[in-house]
C-alpha cells in the first residue's frame, strides 16, 4: 500500500499498466523536487539547478575529511558525500570507521553548512545513520537488497539509490518502486557505470540511462563520472556530458591527496581539479538551461 | 580473524599473496568436503559423488511442496530446494510465504529424508532459517551483501553462495572470503549465469567459471543451469555439460506443474523431465569419473 | 612501413612503446585536422568547430536523399551522410541501391554543397566509392576487416572509421593504425555505442571513449548518436553530452519522414528535430569552447 | 534466390514466419549432414560421430605444421586447422605465411590424410583457398562481412562460419542464411566464445548457444575451446562439456611447442594433452549416444 502518493496518482499509472506505477513518469502531473538538509543551507533536486555533491570516498579522519569539506565548499559544491560504512569486495580492505565516521561527518556539516550524504548498508543501521545523515545512500552493491531499500523507505530522510552495475534501467526503477512504495516519496536516482567487456574504464557511464530516466519517471536523476570511469581525468568530461544529457546532479569524488587515499584514489580529483569541474559545469549548465 | 582454518594454514596462502588466503586452493592440502543434513540424509558435496539439489523456485503450498520433494526424492536428487523469502524485482511480484514456508520445507524434509537448502536474505533472518534449514542459501543479488555474508559465516550451516550475475569469478571468491573469515569453513559456491549481451536465455551459464574454480579453490563448485538458461529445454543439456566441465553438483527447479508456478516456471523441469534429467546425468558423471 | 609521418615521428612513439606507435597522441606534437571535401565546402574535423553530419541511414530515392540533404542543409549540418551500400543483419533486408545510390550522393553535393560521406563495404569497392564519396565511411561491422582498413589506407580519401560493437578502445585504435600504416593519415573515430546487457537501447553510447581517445590519440573523434541509442528521443540529448565529452564532431541520421524509412527510421530525427539538435548544440560547444 | 533447396522446403520455413528460412529447423525434415573432404578420409558433421579439428592457430613452418598435423592424426581428430590468412588485432603482429601457408596444409594433408579447414579473410580470396583446402573457415570477426559470405555460399566447398564475439544466436544464424541463400547448404556453425565482463578468460564460451543452435536449425554446430576460454587448462573441461551439451565436432588449437608459438600460445594444447582430450571426450561422447 502507498502512502507518499494519493490513491488517485497510483491509480492513474497503474490503469497505464506501467511496472512501477509509483515511479512512472504518468504517476505525478509534474516532476518531483527532494529536498535534502534543513535550513539554509538545504538542496534541492529535480528543479533548474543541478546540486554538486563533493567529497571523500571514505572518511578516513577529520583532517582529511575536513579538508576535503572545506574544498566541496570552497568550490561551490552544495552536498558533502563521504562513507562511514565502506561496501568492500574483499574482507581485508578498509571497511570505514562506522559510527565515528558519521560523527565526523556531522561535525563537517556543523563546520561547512553542506548537508551530509552517506551510505547505509543494512535495513539494521538505517535509523542510526539517519540520526546524523541529511539523505540515505544506497549503494550499487545494495540496489536489490529489498529489506535495505523497505527500511529506507520508512527512514524519513531522502534516498539517493545508486543503479547497480548490471542493473537495467527498468530495474533501478523497480527498486525504487520498493522505497516508494514502503511510503517515502524522496527518492534521487543514480547512474554510476554500467559493467561492460571495456577495460579501459572501471565501468561504462551509460549517460543515455540518464535522458532515458528523465523520460520513463518524476524522480531526479543524478550522475557519478567518478565510479562512472574510474579516472580522474575523465571525471570533468563526464560530468560536463552528464549535465548536457540532463543530470539533475552530479556526485563526485574530492580529497585534499588523492594519491594517499585509502580508498578509490585514482578517481578522486584534488581541490583544483574540483573547482575546475564546477566552473564548466556552470558553463554547460547555462547552455542546457540550468544553473550549477 | 580466521577460526576456520589453522593459522599455519592461513599463513601458507597468504604468503603466496592470494587475495583470497582463505578460499584459495593453496590454503588446503586437499578439497574441502561440505555435509549438508544429518543423519543417513546427509549428502557431502566436494567427493566423486554429484548431488543434485530440486525442488520449486519458490513453497508455494504444502500440495505443491510435497509433489514437487516426492518428484525430487524419485528422481534421484539428495536434497530439497525452495524459496520461502524470495528477492523479488518488483515490490508487487509473489514475495515468498516467509516463515509459514520454512515450516512447509522441515515438513517436507521430515516426509521425505531430503536435506532443504533454502535462502536467506537478510542478516536479521539467519538464525531462524537455521532453525528450519540445513543450509542457507545466499543468492545472486546479495552475493556482497557483506552483512549477510558475515552473518552466514558465523549461523552454524552450510552455506551456498550464488555468483552474482555480473560477478567474476575473483568477487566470488572474495565474496567466499567473507563467509570463511567469519568462521564457517562449510561454503558451496554456485555458478548461476552471467549478465551478457545475449537475449535467447535468461543469463548466460558460465562453466568455464566451474572449471575455473575448481583449481582456483578448495571449495565445492556446483551449477545452477535452471537460472542459468531461463527455458526449461536448455536446462538437461546443460546440467550434463556442467557435470562434464567439473561440477560438483546442481541446483534444478521442478514443480509439479510449471505453467501454474508463481515464479520461475518457464524454467522449471515436470518431474517426468528431472527423471530424465538424474538418468542422463549418470552417465556422464561416469564418464568423468563421478556418480550421481 | 608508414608513408604518413615522418620515420622521426613515428620512432619517437614507437620507442614509447605504443601498441599503436601511429595513432598514440605521443606521435605528433599536436592534433590531427581532417579535411573533407573540396572548396568552399570543405570541412574540417579537429579544430575548435564541432561539424555536424546528418543524412538518411540509407539513400532510397532520389526525392528522399534530396528532402534529408535540404533538410540537412538548412539545419546547419556541414556534411551529408547516406548509405548506399548498406550492411544488413539478414540478406532479406534492403541493401542499398549501390552505385545508383552514389550517383544519388554525388547530385545531393551538387545540389546543397555539403561533402558526402558513405560506407564502403568491400575493398574491390574503394575505388568506386571513392569516385563518388568525400569520404569513405568504413562500418561498426567491419572495423576489423583487415583487407578494407587497408584498402581504405591507399584510398587518397579520409576515413571515418566507427567502432565495432564489442571492440575495446585499444582495439579502435589499432583498427585506425591499419589505415595509417597503409598510408593514409586521414583518419575521423566515431563512438557508435557499444553492445551491452541493457535493452532499452539498442546500444549504449560511450562518451568515456570519447573523452578517452581524446587523450591518447591526436586523431579526430566524433560521436554517433543514433546508432548509439536506438531512439529518436535520445538523440538530441546524446549528442549535446558528446560535445559537452569533448567529440569533434557528430554523425546523425535525419529523414523527410523517418515513419516511412527503409531502415533506422525509429532513430531517425525529423528535419525539425535536426534543426533543435543544432541549435542547441551550438550553446553547449559554446560553454566548452568549441562552435558548430 | 535460393538454390540450394527446393522451393517448397523453403516455402514451409518462411510460411512459418521465421527470420532465417533456410536455416530454421523447420526448414527440412532431418539434420543437414556435411560432408569435409574426398575419399576415404572424408568426414561427415552431423551424424552421431562428433569429428574433432585439431591443429595450430597459425601455419608456422613446415616443420610446426608437420609435427602438429601427425599429433592431431595420432591422437584421433579427423580434420587437421591452421591459419595461412590471419586476422590480426594489430598490423605489427605476424599475419600468416599467405599462399605459402596454404601449400603447407595441402602437403601436411597428403602426409596424413586429413582434410584441411582454413580461414578466408576476404572474397577475393576465396577462390584461391578453396582450391588448397577442404573447407572454408569464416572467423568471428567476419561473421557479419556480407561479401565474404555471399562469396563463400557460391565457393563449392563446406562452410565452417564462427560467431562473432558481440554476436547473438539470431546474429549467427542471419549470417549462415547469407551462405545458403547463396547456394551453399553445407555450413556448419562454431561457438567460440562472446565478450563478457569477465577478465579471467579471454572470451565466455556460452554452450547454452550449442544446445539452442540444435533446437533452432539443421546445421551442425560445433564448439572452439580455444578461442573460448584462452587458457590451456579450461580447453579439456569445457571441450567434454560441449560434447554434453550436443555439439557436433570439436575445433580445437594444438601446437607441438606452445610456448613458442607465433600466436595464441597459451591456449594451444601441447599433443599429450590432446592425446588425453580425445580420450575423455570418447567417455562422455559415449555417455550422450555419441562417439569420437
Redesign the interface.
Known amino acids: 500500500m502507498s502512502r507518499g502518493r494519493s490513491e488517485g496518482e497510483r491509480t492513474a499509472a497503474a490503469a497505464a499498466g506501467s511496472?512501477?506505477p509509483l515511479a512512472a513518469r504518468a504517476a505525478r502531473a509534474g516532476r518531483t523536487v527532494v529536498d535534502v538538509g534543513e535550513g539554509p543551507g538545504a538542496v534541492r533536486f529535480g528543479e533548474v539547478p543541478v546540486p554538486i555533491i563533493a567529497g571523500p570516498c571514505a572518511v578516513e579522519s577529520w583532517e582529511q575529511l575536513a579538508a576535503a569539506a572545506s574544498a566541496a565548499r570552497t568550490a561551490g559544491a552544495r552536498l558533502l558525500r563521504g562513507g562511514a560504512f565502506k561496501?568492500?569486495?574483499?574482507?581485508?580492505a578498509f571497511q570505514g570507521l562506522g559510527e565515528e565516521g558519521l560523527r565526523l561527518l556531522a561535525r563537517a556539516r556543523a563546520a561547512t553548512g553542506l548537508p551530509v550524504v552517506t551510505e547505509v548498508?543494512?535495513?539494521?543501521a538505517v535509523a542510526m545513520v539517519a540520526e546524523y545523515a541529511d539523505a540515505l545512500q544506497i549503494g550499487a552493491?545494495?540496489m536489490?537488497?529489498?529489506?535495505l531499500l523497505r527500511a529506507c523507505g520508512r527512514a524519513g530522510r531522502p534516498v539517493l539509490l545508486k543503479r547497480?552495475?548490471?542493473a537495467?534501467?527498468?530495474?533501478l526503477l523497480?527498486a525504487a518502486?520498493?522505497v516508494l512504495?514502503a511510503g517515502n516519496p524522496r527518492v534521487i536516482l543514480c547512474e554510476r557505470g554500467?559493467?561492460?567487456?571495456?577495460?579501459?574504464?572501471r565501468n561504462?557511464?551509460?549517460?543515455?540511462?540518464?535522458?532515458?530516466l528523465?523520460?520513463l519517471t518524476h524522480l531526479p536523476v543524478i550522475a557519478d563520472p567518478s565510479h562512472?570511469?574510474g579516472?580522474r581525468?575523465?571525471v570533468v568530461?563526464?560530468a560536463?556530458?552528464?549535465?548536457?544529457?540532463?543530470a539533475d546532479g552530479l556526485l563526485v569524488e574530492v580529497h585534499p591527496d588523492p594519491d594517499q587515499a585509502l580508498s578509490d584514489g585514482p578517481q578522486s580529483l584534488t581541490p583544483a581539479q574540483l573547482q575546475d569541474l564546477v566552473t564548466?559545469a556552470r558553463?554547460?549548465a547555462?547552455?542546457?538551461g540550468r544553473t550549477v
Open positions: 511496472p512501477y561496501p568492500r569486495t574483499s574482507p581485508y548498508m543494512t535495513a539494521g552493491r545494495n536489490q537488497n529489498t529489506d547497480g552495475p548490471a537495467t534501467v527498468e530495474e523497480l518502486e520498493y512504495e554500467i559493467r561492460t567487456f571495456e577495460p579501459a574504464t561504462t557511464l551509460d549517460l543515455s540511462a540518464v535522458a532515458l528523465r523520460e562512472g570511469t579516472r581525468d575523465l568530461p563526464m560536463l556530458a552528464a549535465i548536457a544529457a540532463g564548466r558553463a554547460v547555462g547552455a542546457v
